[in-house]
């Protein structure tokens, strides 16, 4: 004959060992979904690191020349859409990936450059050298005001890279100092 202890504990043990596995898979789903999370969150890093290295290059092929204040419309040579993007296969399989717009550039500050203020020793500075010239009651000459035939100008770029399959996007602004000449002072920087 059993006894009266055990016949009260009848189906506690089951009880017992269902709460417990029940505990350990919550456990292994909350790990589960934890892990998913962190995973979701490097691809999205890494989407975005991706789309600002796209964004570089652009800008990087923009400030190598001087096309970007010449020719703001169409400062990238060989774009891929439209004028001003550049289209980036980053996984090598021949579809588009990344597609990066660069906005028309904008000229934020234009400063003339004093004939003081030149180095004749920079080649650079030679250029844009006035010498001396008798301008006796001449107004706006460049030996009245000191100007040098040059001025610095501050641009200002922005591309934009659209990830085509997760649809991010990412902006980076870049700055970039150039040295125009004067005449061209109110055509490239308006």
Known sequence: MRSPVLQRQRGMTLFVALVMLILITLLAMSTFNLGKSSVQVVNNMQNRDEGIAASRRVLDE???????????EDALAGPCVNSNQRCHDINGDGAIDIVTTLSK???????????????????????????????????????????????????????????????????????????ISSDNVDTSCK
């Open 62 to 72: 923009a400030m190598s020349s001087t096309r970007f204040s010449d020719t703001p």
């Open 105 to 179: 550039p904008a000229c934020v500050k234009v400063r003339s450059i004093k004939t003081n203020e030149l180095d004749l020793a920079v080649e650079e500075d030679r250029g844009c050298s006035v010498g001396t010239p008798q301008t006796f009651g001449m107004a706006g000459s460049s030996a009245q005001t000191g100007n040098s035939m040059c001025a610095d100008s501050t641009w200002e770029l922005l591309a934009t890279s659209e990830d085509q399959q997760v649809q991010s996007k990412v902006e980076v602004v870049q700055g970039v100092g150039l040295r």
